[in-house]
């Protein structure tokens, strides 16, 4: 492939990376920016701004920015469209449409595509013998992918924790585990999985059961804020409310887990909401139930194991 007159392209500026919003208003003569940097014997650290048309072939592309630099219009040259986040270094044919490759790219990178970016256009010289010398570039794992992607704006940040398993990106018994110690540690015990709330026994008072939680749940869609037993309560209760059906909350853990004082959270909640003033004698008297349920229990479960 040899340089020749371009049919479709006006070369601008060559030299830096910015060049102006490349975006013409009028759908049918829209014109794109390329941005192109040459890989040549000779290196020049410029970039060639190109403005072109969606239709614009590479063989055209090729002939403006071999234009635009100066370069030697008898040489042979190609155009390698670099996508580093997939290793990737890729020649594009005489009749291939680079404008379609940037459209492909992500958002970030199409107005505006400098190196920094991870996708761009490098032209480089054919080898004397007419083939093409492909770079490999060195691949990345998922990790450092996704790393460098976010780093860019293409990806949301990663998240170090999730209020919610089935958001976990693996899930594994390490994952859940991991998921469930980083958000301990940043006094985060409540973490849902699904419709289901898993607590882990802080040990210790934390301050989030006082009134201003009740009112700051009641009638929150569940998942809409941070995990808390007062959003399993809400739910219970306005289901009630609305079904006019009884509700019934499964709390299960080993022993010393937090089962009776999550219960009582829960009763604290429940009558909060029910009487709309916080301070409630309701709440003393189901709360002073409560260990005598609990034998009640407990006994009926003895008699029924040694049935
Ligand atoms: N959310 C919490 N915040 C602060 N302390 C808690 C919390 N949950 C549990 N605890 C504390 O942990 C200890 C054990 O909790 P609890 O008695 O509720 O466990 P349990 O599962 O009911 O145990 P068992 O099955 O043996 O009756 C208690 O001292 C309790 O105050």
Sequence with gaps: MSVRDGAAT????????????????????????????????AQSST???LRVQKNATTASVIADAAAALGLDPDCLYV?????????EEWILEAGDLPVQRVLLWPRKAQEQHPQSFGFYFLLQERNHDGSIHYVHLPPLSKEQEVQRLAARGFLPPPQDDFADLCN???LSEDSILNNLRTRFYKKKIYTYAGSILVAINPFKFLPIYNPKYVKMYEKHQLGKLE???????????YAMLRKRVNQCIVI?????????Q??????????????????SGVERTILGAGPV??????????????E
């Design 262 to 279: 999550s219960t009582n959270f829960l009763i604290h909640c429940l009558t909060a909401l029910s009487q709309k003033g916080y301070a």
């Design 293 to 306: 349920l609990e034998i009640i229990i407990s006994r009926m479960m003895t008699e029924q194991a040694t």
């Design 252 to 260: 299960s853990g080993e022993s010393g887990s937090g089962k009776t």
């Design 79 to 87: 155009l390698a469209e670099v996508k580093e986040s997939g290793g």
């Design 10 to 41: 006006m070369a601008t500026n060559a030299g830096g990376g910015g060049g102006g919003g490349g975006w013409s208003n009028d759908p049918d003569d829209r014109m794109y920016l390329l941005q192109i940097y040459p890989r040549l014997a």
């Design 47 to 49: 970039c060639c701004n």
């Design 168 to 170: 976990l990106p693996v």
């Design 227 to 237: 995990p808390h037993i007062f959003a399993i309560a809400d739910v219970a209760y």
